[in-house]
């Protein structure tokens, strides 16, 4: 399998030769359509892995991840999983078109936002390793709101209490700044937890606090801390990414194959049944259509592997190995009532290909809404149908 002509490929000694050249036409065709969805308000960034343990120049090591060694892919989702953008990491990270290079972490951010419609309110959140300053400043001129951990070592000038006095303090305690920078108005909070986490917003503050209840190893059970309203709005939103990481290991494909893009594309191949399912789940759910009767994640990619692989193919035509007649009456004896064929999808049933009329045994029409006999069954479908004088639910069932 190949997705470009290896002929147009660079040498190795290129400099700016691209090491994802063999899979660079599905990355942009995969672009093109994920970035036209409209977006979500809130919105988040983090690294994805992509399971493989063998030699590649491309491997990467995440001791956080699940899956420790792989491809890192940075991805753009909302709090739902659905991806509208990504970077594959390959050894070095540019500045992002028409934007100040902040270094390679808030590159990326820059990169990746650089689809987000501005001045729309939209809220960013990401974590420590590419949070800065300067990426806050920017992404609030383009009037993207941010929120996310911040390394101490990221803010000249702000003077933090130290970790081991707030701990003194007890835990649930906080300290917040506030600053106006380069006419940004942008929030400092440090927050005593079972460690110390330092934050950074331009959207939220310390107020109002929540609770949170954490487990007292001192008091052998669970207590209420107090939590500022930053850190409420971290947790709740920024797991999206996490959460498509859960999606795609459900069912995810696997396969032996030591090439790179061979991974690259089972990996896109799940990726992009998630995001169609969440597609799925959004429309149901603006139609106001009943969690109960929207399929789950099983189901609906059981459902596209039967449309990709029945739809606008003819199955009539395949030849068939004659039997004898002994062999033909053995089996006859044999054959017993099994499980009801399961009615297929609409892809299936509308796609105008290979729908033939077959005489066969009276049985009850699969039509809905029909309670008379069929003797006619289509080829394709495996399903009983009314086809005479006075109805014609064969032609009905692959139209309607």
Request: hydrophobic share 35%; proline share 4%; charged share 30%.
């Amino acid at each position: 399998m190949h997705f470009n002509d290896n002929s147009n490929m660079s040498a190795p000694t290129d400099e700016k030769r691209d090491k994802l050249f063999k899979i660079r036409p599905l990355v942009d065709k995969l672009l093109h359509k994920f970035q036209a969805i409209p977006q979500q308000q809130m919105l988040c960034i983090d690294e994805q892995i992509v399971p493989f343990k063998g030699r590649s120049g491309l491997k990467q090591y995440n001791q956080k991840k699940p899956n420790k060694w792989g491809y890192k892919i940075f991805v753009l989702c909302d709090t739902n999983g659905f991806v509208y953008n990504f970077d594959i990491y390959s050894g070095k990270i540019e500045p992002a078109p028409n934007e100040p290079d902040l270094g390679a972490s808030s590159n990326v951010v820059l990169r990746l936002a650089s689809i987000v419609q501005v001045n729309m309110s939209h809220l960013l959140f990401f974590d420590n390793w590419f949070s800065s300053l300067r990426l806050v400043i920017e992404l609030h001129k383009k009037g993207i709101y941010t929120l996310g951990t911040v390394r101490q070592n990221r803010l000249k000038g702000c003077r933090l209490i130290d970790d081991k006095r707030l701990k003194t303090l007890g835990r649930g305690t906080y300290e917040e700044k506030c600053a106006t920078v380069e006419g940004v108005e942008v929030v400092v909070l440090k927050w005593c937890d079972t460690k110390c986490v330092t934050f950074i917003s331009t959207h939220a503050g310390g107020d109002p606090p929540g609770i949170v209840e954490r487990w007292s190893k001192k008091d052998k059970e669970l207590v209420e801390v107090s939590c500022p309203n930053i850190v409420l709005e971290y947790n709740k939103f920024m797991g999206g990414v996490d959460l498509l990481d859960g999606l795609v290991a459900y069912y995810r494909t696997k396969l032996r194959s030591k090439k790179y893009y061979m991974r690259f594309f089972f990996h896109f191949l799940d990726m992009v049944t998630v995001n169609g399912w969440l597609l799925y789940r959004r429309d149901g759910n603006s139609l106001e259509i009943s969690s109960k009767k929207l399929m789950d994640g099983l189901a609906f990619r059981s459902e596209v592997a039967e449309g990709l692989i029945k739809c606008k193919k003819d199955f009539t035509r395949k030849r068939v190995r004659k039997r004898s007649s002994e062999v033909e009456k053995n089996i006859i004896a044999k054959k017993r009532n099994g499980r009801v064929a399961p009615t297929p999808t609409k892809d299936i049933r509308m796609d105008s290909v290979g729908h033939w009329g077959l005489p066969s045994d009276r049985q009850r029409c699969k039509f809905p809404g029909c309670k008379s006999k069929a003797t006619i069954t289509c080829a394709k479908c495996k399903v009983h149908l009314c086809l005479n004088k006075k109805s014609n639910c064969f032609l009905s069932f692959h139209t309607q």
